[in-house]
């Protein structure tokens, strides 16, 4: 099956420094990645999409000059927090989706998420 | 604009009992949905979807899932609920409308599921 890891699982770092999280697609190609974030009470924000080659599409609200995203690759995503601060605290899941796959495809395959703590 | 209500926040139920978590939906073309499952402090895995065709859906771990177009509903059912089902489940739709493309999927606030021994 799909699997999609991400790197680290957890991290903690201190206010004012940055943090990258890496999401990698191991056995296919992912065209379109997303972003997510999940807060303590269990919903999922979708922080924005991006697709290989392009600038991420942000959502509403997410600023983009703090969560910088980067699709280099059709097998690689990663996510650099900057200048994190307490409230940037929080579980951080990356799904890929490979849309070339047919129209019997489209769910997404998530990573294990990287819980990131700063202090 | 889509959207998906799961209007449970936590369902409890005893081991061996049969499981039902509501998802309900909305969009303007036709629906894909989508059943994943989150365990404690993982990402979420896909359970099973519904595309076209048949509206009963089998999935991964006994899971199977019935779309039902008139009342808008894709509920998440198990026979026999065990232990280990205890995770959060989180149901998810798409506009189907093209291939592939830019339609992102929206996804419930998720549902506690609780099996009790």
């Known amino acids: 099956g799909a699997v999609v890891s991400q790197h680290p699982s957890r991290v903690i770092c201190k206010s004012g420094t940055s943090v990258k999280i890496e999401c990698r697609s191991l056995d296919f190609q992912a065209t379109t990645m997303f972003w997510y974030r999940q807060f303590p009470k269990k919903s999922l924000m979708l922080m924005a999409t991006?697709?290989?080659?392009?600038?991420?599409?942000?959502e509403q609200g997410v600023e983009k000059d703090k969560f910088l995203i980067n699709h280099a690759s059709l097998t690689l995503s990663t996510l650099t927090v900057t200048s994190a601060h307490p409230e940037d605290s929080s579980f951080y899941i990356c799904?890929?989706?490979?849309?070339?796959?047919?129209?019997?495809?489209?769910?997404?395959?998530f990573g294990p998420g990287t819980r990131l703590t700063v202090t | 604009a889509q959207s998906v209500a799961q209007p449970e926040d936590q369902v409890n139920v005893a081991e061996g009992n049969p499981l039902t978590v509501k998802c309900t939906y909305s969009?303007?073309?036709?629906?894909?949905l989508f059943w994943y499952v989150q365990y404690p402090n993982r990402g979420l895995q896909f359970l099973l979807k519904?595309?076209?065709?048949?509206?009963l859906v089998k999935g991964s771990y006994g899971f199977e899932a019935e779309f039902n177009k008139s009342q808008t509903s894709f509920h998440l059912k198990k026979p026999s609920a065990l232990v280990s089902d205890s995770a959060l489940y989180f149901c998810?739709?798409?506009?189907?409308?093209?291939?592939?493309?830019?339609?992102?999927?929206?996804f419930g606030r998720g549902t506690s599921l609780i099996v009790h021994p």
């Open positions: 799904s890929a989706r490979d849309d070339f796959r047919g129209t019997s495809h489209y769910e997404q395959y």
């Open positions: 991006s697709n290989e080659g392009s600038k991420a599409t942000y």
């Open positions: 998810a739709v798409r506009d189907g409308r093209g291939q592939g493309g830019s339609y992102i999927p929206t």
């Open positions: 969009v303007s073309g036709n629906p894909y």
């Open positions: 519904y595309i076209t065709g048949d509206n």
